[in-house]
T-cell receptor, first 113, second 117 residues
């Protein structure tokens, strides 16, 4: 099916563990983004990417790592999970650099115990 | 730096009543402005956007918003609420400054709309 998919949908992990959240899109959009959604904060940008092998930090990048070896995939890794990283994570893509329309995945709900 | 303020984290209306969700922004350059809607357990969907041109923009599901530069506002309205409008709504701004900004959006904190029968 065409679209943007995230996996897993739910994840529970422990502090200190490495966790990778997956994001896959089928439109060949150049631009991809990772946001985290927290109560009272709306969505905050973690990392973004303009193309394969081009990534840059957003507003809250500490503790996260991204890669983009292929246009369609944009995984987000928490190197050593902390409780403050408990959140809902959304991946999004855009075909234009100014993101006139973002397409969002359904999200990954991550709990760090 | 750009920022967005949504006035009211919760708004409750009766079915058939006017919906008004408030959004104020700050931006150092002419902004792009957006409203996104999030239904439970789903990602966000674009409701409408303002980039250039006409300041009154119409979106899906009967929503519209007006860009008022003098008031730095982009309030979302719908004349008659429907039960299916119950969701969380996010206002967002992009400073479209070009360069390496890559259309990074800054989102407001969200407004939960409840519609009563």
């Amino acid at each position: 099916d065409a679209g943007i998919t995230q996996s897993p949908r739910y994840k529970i992990t422990e502090t200190g563990r490495q966790v990778t959240l997956m994001c896959h899109q089928t439109w060949s959009h150049s631009y991809m983004f990772w946001y985290r959604q927290d109560l009272g904060h709306g969505l905050r940008l973690i990392y973004y990417s303009a193309a394969a092998d081009i990534t840059d930090k957003g507003e809250v990048p500490d503790g996260y790592v991204v890669s983009r070896s292929k246009t369609e995939n944009f995984p987000l890794t928490l190197e050593s999970a902390t409780r403050s990283q408990t959140s809902v994570y959304f991946c999004a893509s855009s075909e234009t650099p100014r993101a006139e329309k973002l397409f969002f995945g359904s999200g990954t709900q991550l709990s760090v115990l | 730096a750009q920022s967005v303020t949504q006035l009211g984290s919760h708004v409750s209306v009766s079915e058939g009543a006017l919906v008004l969700l408030r959004c104020n922004y700050s931006s150092s350059v002419p902004p792009y402005l957006f409203w996104y809607v999030q239904y439970p357990n789903q990602g966000l969907q674009l409701l409408l956007k303002y980039t250039t041109g006409a300041t009154l923009v119409k979106g899906i599901n009967g929503f519209e918003a007006e860009f008022k530069k003098s008031e730095t506002s982009f309030h979302l309205t719908k004349p008659s609420a429907h039960m299916s409008d119950a969701a969380e709504y996010f206002c967002a701004v992009s400073d479209n400054a070009g360069g390496t900004s890559y259309g990074k959006l800054t989102f407001g904190q969200g407004t939960i709309l409840t519609v009563h029968p």
